[in-house]
T-cell receptor, first 119, second 120 residues
Framework: AQSVTQLGSHVSVSEGALVLLRCNYS??????LFWYVQYPNQGLQLLLK??????LVKGINGFEAEFKKSETSFHLTKPSAHMSDAAEYFC?????????????????FGQGTILTVHP | DVKVTQSSRYLVKRTGEKVFLECVQD?????MFWYRQDPGLGLRLIYF???????EKGDIPEGYSVSREKKERFSLILESASTNQTSMYLC???????????????????FGSGTQLSVL
C-alpha cells in the first residue's frame, strides 16, 4: 500500500522568508502526487498536483512543488511567506496503477504540517 | 460555487449511542468519501462510495458503516459510539474519471468543513 511521510509536524517561518514543506512517498512506481491546504475551521482544498510531464508544478497562491523520482520526494515551496499562508498542509498520493484497475479517486494523506508565519 | 455540506459542525454524543453524520454535495459527483482527521495522523479513509448504493471499505472501517441511497448524499454511521471515535470527520466528493476503468489520475477532492464529534 502507498504511504506518504511529511517531515516536520510544525514549521515556523518569518513573513517574507522561504517556505519549504517536505513530503516523501514510498512506492516503486511513482504515484500521482498532491498538496492540499486546510485553513482554520475549513475543509481541505487543492493547492497543486503532479500527474505526468513537467516535474516542477505550480499551484495557487504562489506555491510550487517539484517531483524528484530519485529522491521519492515532492516538496512544497514558496519563495516568500505571507501571513495568510498560515494553515495546515497535507501531502497526498494516489496509486498510478492499483489492483483491479480501479482507484475511484482514493487518496492517501500524510500526517500534515502546520505552517506558522511570524510578522 | 461547488459545495459539500456536512450537517453539523459540532456534535456531542454518549458512549453506545448510534450516530449519523450526513454529507450532501451539489456537484453531481459520483465519488464520495469519509475521512477522519486526528492530530499527528493526518486524514485516514474510513469508507468511500463510487455510485449510489455502492460502498467500499477504506483503511479504518471498523466500527463504522455508510449509506448512499441518493447520489448527492453520503451518510456515515457509528453503530455504537465509543470514546476512541472522538475525532474530526471530513466528507469529500470528486468527479468520476472516465476511461481506462478509472485508472487515470484522480480528480480534485472537494471537502466539507468537517464535523467535530466528541463521544463522552
Amino acid at each position: 500500500a502507498q504511504s506518504v511521510t511529511q517531515l516536520g509536524s510544525h514549521v515556523s517561518v518569518s513573513e517574507g522568508a522561504l517556505v519549504l514543506l517536505r513530503c516523501n512517498y514510498s512506492s516503486s512506481v511513482p504515484p500521482y502526487l498532491f498538496w492540499y491546504v486546510q485553513y482554520p475551521n475549513q475543509g481541505l482544498q487543492l493547492l497543486l498536483k503532479y500527474t505526468t510531464g513537467a516535474t516542477l508544478v505550480k499551484g495557487i497562491n504562489g506555491f510550487e512543488a517539484e517531483f524528484k523520482k530519485s529522491e521519492t520526494s515532492f516538496h512544497l515551496t514558496k519563495p516568500s511567506a505571507h501571513m495568510s499562508d498560515a494553515a495546515e498542509y497535507f501531502c497526498a498520493v494516489s496509486d498510478r496503477f492499483s489492483a483491479g484497475g480501479t482507484s475511484y479517486g482514493k487518496l492517501t494523506f500524510g500526517q500534515g504540517t502546520i505552517l506558522t508565519v511570524h510578522p | 460555487d461547488v459545495k459539500v455540506t456536512q450537517s453539523s459542525r459540532y456534535l456531542v454524543k454518549r458512549t453506545g449511542e448510534k450516530v449519523f453524520l450526513e454529507c450532501v454535495q451539489d456537484m453531481d459527483h459520483e465519488n464520495m468519501f469519509w475521512y477522519r482527521q486526528d492530530p499527528g495522523l493526518g486524514l485516514r479513509l474510513i469508507y468511500f462510495s463510487y455510485d449510489v448504493k455502492m460502498k467500499e471499505k477504506g483503511d479504518i472501517p471498523e466500527g463504522y458503516s455508510v449509506s448512499r441511497e441518493k447520489k448527492e448524499r453520503f451518510s456515515l454511521i457509528l453503530e455504537s459510539a465509543s470514546t476512541n471515535q472522538t475525532s474530526m470527520y471530513l466528507c469529500a466528493s470528486s468527479l468520476y474519471s472516465p476511461g481506462h476503468s478509472n485508472r487515470g489520475p484522480p480528480n480534485e477532492l472537494f471537502f466539507g468543513s468537517g464535523t467535530q464529534l466528541s463521544v463522552l
